[in-house]
């Protein structure tokens, strides 16, 4: 069984920092892209960034500068370090990968169940 768990999430003052983890395990035979992305209360879902296995990485507009996404590809886990937080920051994250299982599969895209990010004095 193939799944991504995500955590790190938690409460922190505005200008503060966190530090996202999403870890995929199961029977994988590789792994393309990883990425996060992010939905507030009341709104949709938002792309937040991406990492593709070589490592060339993609940001929403916005948070450029604050937002930095890496991977580490032996433990198979994608990170989101996230400095100068905001209010407007808070949402659940949720990580996402295409993994391959088998040389006869295709990639496939997962999700990780979501860390809640809230920030608030």
């Known amino acids: 069984q193939v799944q991504l768990v995500d955590t790190g999430g938690g409460l922190v003052q505005p200008g503060g920092s966190l530090r996202l983890s999403c870890a995929a395990s199961?029977?994988?035979?590789?792994?393309?892209?990883m990425g996060w992305h992010r939905q507030a209360p009341g709104k949709q879902r938002e792309f937040v960034a991406a990492?593709?296995?070589?490592?060339?990485?993609n940001y929403a507009d916005s948070l450029k500068g604050r937002f930095t996404i890496s991977r580490d590809n032996a433990k198979r886990t994608v990170y989101l370090q996230m400095n100068s937080l905001k209010p407007e920051d808070t949402a659940v994250y949720y990580c996402?990968?295409?993994?391959?299982?088998?040389?006869?599969?295709?990639?496939?895209?997962?999700w990780g169940q979501g860390t809640q990010v809230t920030v608030s004095s």
């Open positions: 996402y990968a295409d993994l391959r299982q088998n040389a006869y599969s295709d990639y496939v895209g997962y």
């Open positions: 199961g029977s994988i035979l590789s792994i393309g892209d």
């Open positions: 990492i593709t296995s070589g490592g060339r990485t």
